[in-house]
C-alpha cells in the first residue's frame, strides 16, 4: 500500500511561483512512477508532469513545459512540482498520484492516461 501527502498550495499572485511536494511511503516498488495531476471546477483533469523516482527521469506535458518543472529527492521519499508564471487558468487542485512502471515509457503511458493507482488528496492553489 502506498499513501501520498501534498502540500504547498496556497494563494499567489500572477506571475508568482510556488513548489508543491509530495511525500510518499509505503511499498517502494508501487510508487516508481509518479506524477502531478491538476482539476479545477468544471474542467477535466489534466497532467503536468511525471518522474521516475529511481532514475530521476522527468517529463513535463507540453502546455506547462517551460514554466513547470518536477524533481524528486529520495532520500525525503518526496516528488515537486516547481510552478512559475503562475496565470489565474493555474487554478486548480493539484494531485500527485503513484504506481509503478518498468520503463520510461510505461511511467509517461500511465500519466497520459491517468493510470494510477494511489491518489493523494490534493493541495489547492489559488492565483489572483
Known amino acids: 500500500h502506498v499513501q501520498l501527502v501534498e502540500s504547498g498550495g496556497g494563494s499567489v499572485q500572477v506571475g508568482g511561483s510556488l513548489t508543491l511536494s509530495c511525500v510518499a511511503s509505503?511499498?517502494?516498488?508501487?510508487?516508481?512512477?509518479v506524477a502531478w495531476f491538476r482539476q479545477a471546477p468544471g474542467k477535466e483533469r489534466e497532467p503536468l508532469a511525471v518522474v521516475r523516482t529511481r532514475t530521476g527521469t522527468p517529463f513535463t506535458a507540453d502546455p506547462v513545459k517551460g514554466r513547470f518543472s518536477i524533481s524528486r529527492d529520495n532520500t525525503k521519499n518526496t516528488v515537486y512540482l516547481r510552478m512559475g508564471l503562475l496565470q489565474p487558468d493555474d487554478a486548480a487542485m493539484y494531485y500527485c498520484?503513484?504506481?509503478?512502471?518498468?520503463?520510461?515509457?510505461?511511467?509517461?503511458?500511465?500519466?497520459?492516461?491517468?493510470?494510477?493507482?494511489?491518489w493523494g488528496q490534493g493541495t489547492q492553489v489559488t492565483v489572483s
Open positions: 498520484a503513484a504506481d509503478s512502471a518498468s520503463s520510461a515509457e510505461s511511467c509517461l503511458g500511465r500519466m497520459n492516461r491517468g493510470n494510477f493507482a494511489y
Open positions: 509505503g511499498d517502494t516498488s508501487m510508487r516508481n512512477c
